[in-house]
């Protein structure tokens, strides 16, 4: 049983192979779990949020029910601490079948490899390195340690000057020229045997595959294959055909998704950084970091194992045994301590469980108290909390039933309550899955200009999105959607995935919120109502441009959030070009954007964006507003926006503000304590707001209302071109890798 495709267990007894995510939603209906006699969890070394979440409940219901038979399974377990965790249950070892695994670390064959000492690019990053602070400061440390370490080994003086002529410092950035002379090494004694390198992300293997193709007699052995999530699914499965020809040798230039989620069987030799990308969450900016990181030894041990599946094989660490040592963990960081708990508080609210807190400091690994305030204070924003107690409002029941982000979920809410459904379930449905597109290496620019078409001059990523599905749609049969796919560079599973999904959100909606009627998409070609509602449900995820005081200028749009003063539109965003002059020509009356995600990779980059007017904010934003007077004017009150934004408005707007939303915020606990139409003069009032929220006043325009008070200080400096320069220049490996 997986998401949109179940096969119930049968009446008599059936084994129910499912994923973790749908046990969970077993578990609301039978929290007792009195169908179950075994529960059987797989995989539980890999510590994501919802296995930590169930072990968390499976460790109570034991109390409950000693009877139930619990086994965890792992090849890389911390069988003691999870033995520990269940009252020291018994830990079973069964050997595997693995072929032998030779592992070389990197002062085992440094010596032998024709790496290009001389090369210019690498002796700026050694020097680079070497003259940053928190480099220098362990340098030391660890040549001391690395020199001890050489001498118990036995290795000659070369090895270390070699290893020092490399660039020490392998936790800043992937060296490219090493990869590829292991790999010429392995070619050099060996004529068989696929070869698979673990890379952190896209921009590494966008560079490796260039550095190879660059030597051409190498490179003419050799068939060479990425591996990376977002690339065609023809693409991914060409890694299991055998290679094109006998004389060709595959090698698979791979991120971590080949350690366990893939099996290659021809794989011979692994060459591996030890490094990939980790996804974090800033507690305090509110914002993912997704960055290089080394993996923990329970990796290392599985990346090994891709050699000996079928044959032995051979392993290259790209790092010294002293590194091994000084800079890897045993195992990786638990995602309950590095992610949002926005859903997994919902679910524990779901299952009746009255103090969270206590609940989940009951994990593996607990949280840290602040992500849990931190939950609270957001679902309490949003209104799913009721703020004195943290007990679940009405429209909070709602979105702890709904597979997503809450904010997703109150999205879904808005588009119903304001009749454009149809594009908010598209919106919603593609954002809680994934983005349509597919990113050949080549293709990408001709990808963003397809991007570009579909917004169709609304500067929308969202309604891009809308445009896509529709177009997608209109399609007759399975052959003319698979062609609208390949030609718009669209993946066909994922569209089907994202109409299934928008069927499932649909009927979720209809069974807790209102039935679903012809007055739900009343509304659904009003573009600027649909942008409007994404700020309803995407906020606090606001953005602002940050125009230059000269009024002709043409450089790229700075951009600020309540926690970054620069950020980025990310290259795949439709708006990712916008100059000044661009906002000041345009038809936008707002410098205001919502954004879906905001993620720190090489720069910070907003993800998923649109334009919203400063009504909409008003309206939609934090229901507490600060306000102070104008000086310049008492009919006028300055309002202040989530303690950032400040927005000029007169006095009888403001009123109408808080009156309207007085109303409307009633109104939503109403409907979603009672599923019913909408009566005449409820009908009314978001008529109303409507006309509220979208008029194109043009006394509200950014220049006039939205209050700019940088000192010139906090101008723009003259490294911003640069930084907006550079980011285009690493586009390619952008794209993905954020």
Excluded at 383 to 400: Q, R
Excluded at 540 to 554: C, M, V
Aim: charged share 25%; aromatic share 8%; hydrophobic share 35%.
């Amino acid at each position: 049983h997986i998401r949109l495709s179940a096969q119930l267990p049968r009446k008599n007894g059936s084994i129910l192979f499912c994923t973790t995510g749908m046990l969970l939603k077993y578990i609301e209906k039978f929290t007792s779990f009195e169908h179950f006699s075994h529960i059987i969890l797989d995989e539980i070394h890999e510590r994501n949020i919802d296995m930590d979440f169930l072990l968390i409940f499976i460790k109570r219901l034991l109390k409950l029910r000693p009877n139930i038979k619990v086994i965890l399974m792992s090849a890389s377990i911390q069988a003691e601490k999870f033995s520990s965790y269940f009252e020291n249950c018994p830990i079973l070892s069964i050997p595997g079948n693995m072929y032998s695994v030779r592992e070389y670390f990197l002062e085992d064959y440094i010596t032998k490899l024709k790496y290009p000492y001389d090369n210019r690019t690498n002796n700026q990053r050694s020097h680079r390195k070497l003259n940053n602070e928190e480099v220098d400061k362990n340098y030391d440390h660890y040549i001391s340690e690395l020199q001890f370490d050489l001498a118990s080994q036995h290795k000659s003086i070369d090895v270390l000057k070699k290893i020092q002529a490399i660039g020490t410092d392998f936790n800043l950035e992937i060296n490219c020229d090493l990869v590829v002379s292991v790999i010429e090494f392995i070619c050099r004694i060996s004529s068989q045997g696929t070869i698979l390198v673990f890379l952190p992300g896209w921009s590494d293997i966008t560079k490796c595959t260039q550095l190879l193709r660059q030597r051409s007699l190498l490179a003419s052995y050799l068939h060479i294959l990425p591996l990376h999530s977002l690339l065609p699914l023809c693409n991914q499965q060409e890694i299991f055909n055998p290679s094109p020809h006998p004389t060709l040798r595959k090698v698979i230039l791979s991120t971590s998704i080949a350690e366990t989620s893939i099996t290659i069987d021809d794989v011979i030799y692994v060459i591996d950084t030890g490094r990939t990308k980790a996804s974090d969450y800033d507690l305090e900016t509110q914002g993912k970091c997704l960055l290089p990181t080394n993996v923990s030894r329970a990796n290392l041990l599985q990346r090994k194992g891709r050699a000996g599946r079928t044959q032995p094989g051979e392993c290259y660490r790209l790092f010294t045994r002293c590194n091994e040592r000084l800079s890897f963990v045993d195992f990786p960081q638990a995602e309950m301590i590095t992610s949002r708990l926005d859903n997994i508080y919902l679910q524990a609210k779901l299952l009746n469980i009255s103090n969270i807190k206590l609940f989940l400091q009951d994990a593996l690994d607990p949280p840290p108290i602040e992500a849990i305030e931190h939950a609270e204070r957001f679902l309490s924003d949003i209104g799913a909390l009721v703020s004195e107690t943290n007990e679940l409002t009405p429209i909070g029941k709602i979105l702890a039933h709904l597979p997503m982000n809450p904010q997703i979920g109150k999205l879904l809410i808005m588009g119903y309550l304001f009749s454009c459904f149809d594009p908010i379930l598209t919106i919603a449905s593609i954002l809680s899955y994934r983005d349509p597109f597919v990113t050949p290496i080549d293709k990408i620019q001709e990808i963003n200009e397809i991007r570009r078409c579909f917004a169709d001059k609304t500067m929308s990523d969202h309604l891009m999105l809308v445009n896509i599905y529709q177009e997608w749609k209109k399609q007759q049969n399975y052959r003319d959607k698979n062609h609208f796919c390949f030609e718009h560079f669209l993946n066909s599973n994922h569209m089907k995935m994202i109409d299934k999904v928008r069927n499932q959100l649909k009927h979720l909606i209809q069974d807790y919120f209102a039935s679903y009627t012809d007055d739900a998409n009343r509304n659904k070609n009003n573009y600027d109502l649909i942008c409007a509602l994404m700020c309803a449900g995407l906020y606090p995820n606001i953005a602002r441009i940050r125009l230059s005081l000269d009024k002709s200028s043409k450089r790229p749009c700075l951009l600020e959030t309540k926690y970054e003063k620069r950020i980025l539109i990310h290259p795949r965003s439709v708006n990712s070009k916008l100059r000044d002059d661009d906002i000041r020509h345009s038809f936008v009356q707002s410098t205001l954007l919502v954004y879906h995600e905001k993620i720190r990779t090489s720069s910070i980059f907003i993800h998923d964006t649109s334009f919203i007017s400063p009504y909409a904010l008003l309206f939609f934003g934090k229901s507490q507003l600060s306000h102070e007077t104008n000086p310049t004017n008492n009919d006028d009150n300055i309002i202040l926006v989530d303690n950032w934004i400040k927005i000029k408005i007169d006095t009888k707007t403001n009123k109408l503000i808080d009156e309207l939303k007085e109303k409307f915020n009633y109104l939503v606990e109403k409907k979603a304590s009672k599923k019913n139409i909408l009566l005449e003069n409820e009908q009314h009032l978001i008529e109303t707001i409507i006309h509220f929220i979208i008029k194109q006043d043009k006394n509200l325009v950014m220049q006039n209302n939205l209050i700019d008070d940088y000192s010139k200080k906090n101008m723009i400096n003259e490294d911003w071109d640069d930084e907006i320069r550079n980011a285009s220049n690493k586009n390619s490996s952008t794209f993905h890798e954020s």
